[in-house]
């Protein structure tokens, strides 16, 4: 991926000084030719077209901001109601992402949303021991977290 993006910025670059103009325009327009060259030989790369893993990573990004803001609602909504009305529970969560690097990104981004705390790993690194202000459901809490966080992950990396 990072040589895909090198040659890509290679040509752009070429393209602005083929046309004697450093200016943004220019290089925007010689990045997304070099985009497209490279799309179209693809197949001689070994790995994937890195403009669609930057579009996984901005989509995991966009997911995260909306948790992230959807759950800070939740929280100041439930401190301020008059009436402290929350479950706070501890549930074990069955992950199925597999290399370390995964598991800390998915736990990173449980812990940076409010309301919700990853405490533990397991030493498989299979299971994530997480601590929720409003717990109803472990079933549903878990069930949020694979399609939405996990399965942006596995875009990601896979």
């Not at 046309?19 to 693809?42: E, K, P, Q, T």
Request: with cysteine; glycine share 6%.
């Amino acid at each position: 991926m990072a040589m895909q993006i090198l040659l890509n910025l290679i040509l752009a670059f070429l393209w602005m000084f083929l046309h004697d103009d450093g200016s943004a325009s220019r290089f925007m327009i010689g990045y997304a030719l070099g985009a497209a060259i490279i799309f179209v030989f693809r197949r001689f790369w070994p790995n994937d077209f890195y403009l669609i893993k930057l579009w996984a990573v901005v989509k995991l990004l966009a997911l995260f901001l909306k948790e992230l803001f959807v759950s800070s609602f939740a929280v100041v909504r439930a401190v301020l109601r008059p009436k402290l009305n929350v479950r706070p529970g501890i549930f074990a969560y069955e992950t199925s992402l597999k290399s370390e690097w995964e598991v800390t990104v998915l736990s990173c981004l449980i812990c940076l949303t409010p309301g919700t705390l990853t405490l533990d790993v397991s030493p498989d690194g299979g299971t994530l021991y997480i601590h929720a202000m409003d717990i109803g459901d472990a079933e549903e809490m878990s069930g949020q977290i694979r399609h939405t966080f996990e399965k942006a992950i596995m875009e990601v990396t896979r």
